[in-house]
């Protein structure tokens, strides 16, 4: 099977982004024209040969510019209401490009409401986008192992790592991987319709990633078990509480019952997804003194 099976413009949302700076990335390398939506370009800082173009996704018609000529959109929703959503679809429609959103594997099928409010978020969004008549895939991915840059400053003040539920294990999953994928499904029609979920190789409990972070930058680091209630504090000055308590929940779920693992980044690259080791030595850098 040919890799790419469709060289149009692509539009690349959250481009700024963890994920969404990869995809622009991977697109170029690959000769795919891309254009990248952001709301400041003289910050975006994204590299040369990317076309840049100023768009708010809370603020629809700021939309229509850059979606002129555009075949494929990666969409992000970051952390926005989900009442801007319907308009931002209908501009869409206006344009018709296909769409990849970038969802969560913790979405159960068949219900009305998802048990938490993170991926109640993201299957609302899901939900819209399947009425919306445009052609899509989701990409339902399991935990980032770019949120484990949150402890950084830890690691680099004095190498303890102090955070709940040490042996709580995630299927974390490095950004490249999930943008090597959203580029193979971008640039082909052959994976509409498609909910494709993608993590890690291998699910590790958090005192086991504060290890292998040990290991990349060689230097010895310390799990220290501290109560759930302080964590929540802290995250209750960055966000509303529903959202810290349904991560807060999900942490603990893990320490019983692992986050899943799926062999779906293999099967679609022919490769295996890389390790949280292997993202660790990518980012070593972040945690290094
Ligand atoms: N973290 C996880 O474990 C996880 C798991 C599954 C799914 N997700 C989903 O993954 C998505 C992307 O995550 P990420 O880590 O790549 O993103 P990120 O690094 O948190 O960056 C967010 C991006 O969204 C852009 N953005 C924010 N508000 C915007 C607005 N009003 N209009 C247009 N763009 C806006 C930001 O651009 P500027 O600020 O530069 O404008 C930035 O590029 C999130 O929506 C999240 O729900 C995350």
Known sequence: MAFLDKKGLVLVTGATGNVGRCVVSQLLKMGVPVRALVRNPDTADLPSGVEVVRGDLS?????NEGLEGVEAVFLVWPALPISFAPAVLGVLKQHAPRIVYLSSMGIREGLAQQADPINDFHANIERLIEQSGLAWTFLRVSG??????GWAQQIRSDGVVRWPYGTAARSLIHEQDIATVAVRVLTSDRHNGAKYVLTGPQALTQVEQVHAISQAIGRPLRYEEISPEIVRQQMLTQMPPAMVDGMLNAWAGFVTEPEPVSRTVEEIMGRPAHTYSEWAI???SAFRV
Do not use: K, Q, Y
């Not at 603020?59 to 939309?63: A, G, I």
């Not at 980032?144 to 840059?149: I, M, R, S």
């Open 144 to 149: 980032f192992a770019t949120n484990t840059l």
């Open 59 to 63: 603020v629809p018609d700021t939309l």
């Open 282 to 284: 990518d980012h070593a």
